[in-house]
């Protein structure tokens, strides 16, 4: 179950490393973290039927890379640390940091605009929230 409101949706799919959504500088920022989820069902409290939530199930987590007025480009990002030289020659030279982007669970009939729905995929319109 996820509590943070809902800032936007999923708008676009350009690619399968990819999202657009549909919060741009007012919510977000480059390098902010962000969850595309598919709203799940309400639940209530058994024994006194208060509503507690919504059941919303993680489809991915995503970095901010690009952030507009009305928009922003989200992708998988990994980072990962390698060494260059041994260490005698120079602790400055040691590592570099690289990050990668990664493909995402996107619906592929979706990346050219599609609208055929899988649920089990990121699709337009699909919900985003601030991670």
Do not use: W
Not at 41 to 61: C, E, F, S, V, W
Not at 68 to 81: E, P
Not at 90 to 116: A, C, F, H, M
């Amino acid at each position: 179950m996820y509590i943070n409101p809902k800032i936007g949706e999923v708008i676009h799919i350009p690619s399968e490393s990819a999202v657009v959504i549909s919060a741009g500088n007012a919510q977000l920022q480059k390098g902010d973290e962000v969850c595309i989820v598919q709203e799940g069902p309400d639940m209530t409290n058994p024994k006194t039927g208060a509503k507690i939530g919504r059941y919303d199930i993680l489809k991915a987590r995503l970095s901010v890379t690009e952030c507009f007025d009305a928009y922003s480009v989200c992708q998988k990002l990994t980072t990962s640390t390698k060494k260059l030289f041994p260490p005698t020659i120079s602790p400055l030279l040691e590592e570099r940091e690289y990050v990668t982007i990664n493909k995402i669970p996107v619906d592929p009939n979706q990346i050219s605009g599609s609208n055929i729905e899988i649920n089990t995929l990121i699709q337009i319109g699909d919900t985003v929230i601030k991670g």
